[in-house]
């Protein structure tokens, strides 16, 4: 008999000390599996923006999140979310979608952008007033010429 792979969702995580913060206008929650960052996309910039023209890019050590669409030109609300993390995720369990923010009242539209870091190593803390990006001055990259 042939069983069906069916997905799984995980519906609830314990958060775990730092619990969340704010850098900038990103905001962090930490979970025992978790990072969770939230970036409001506030203006009529973002009106009706789908996750279809959002390009999210997610590797053990760095994030990269980009606006496909050249009509928004919003790029400046996600530049914060590029970055080296400070401690290694696992790409596979990561995910991100779009929210309605709560914090504004009904007649005013924003939206959240929610992104689901996995940590590589579940249960242990990443520390820190700024714990999820590298914050260094030198940033060193190949220059490819």
Known sequence: EVVPELPV????????EPT???????????????MHLRVELAGTVWDGVTESELEVKVSQIELRVRCKS???????????LNGRFKKEVDPKGCWYCLERSISHCLEQRATMLV?????????KAWAGQDPVFLRDI???KAFHW
Do not use: H, Y
């Not at 992104?115 to 249960?123: D, M, N, R, S, Y």
């Open 115 to 123: 992104i689901a870091l996995a940590k590589k190593c579940p249960g």
């Open 9 to 16: 969702f995980k519906l609830r995580d314990l958060s775990m």
């Open 70 to 80: 050249p009509k928004r030109g919003g790029d400046s609300a996600l530049e914060q």
């Open 20 to 34: 969340k913060g704010i850098q900038e206008t990103l905001f962090w929650m930490q979970f025992v599996g978790a």
């Open 138 to 140: 030198f940033q060193r």
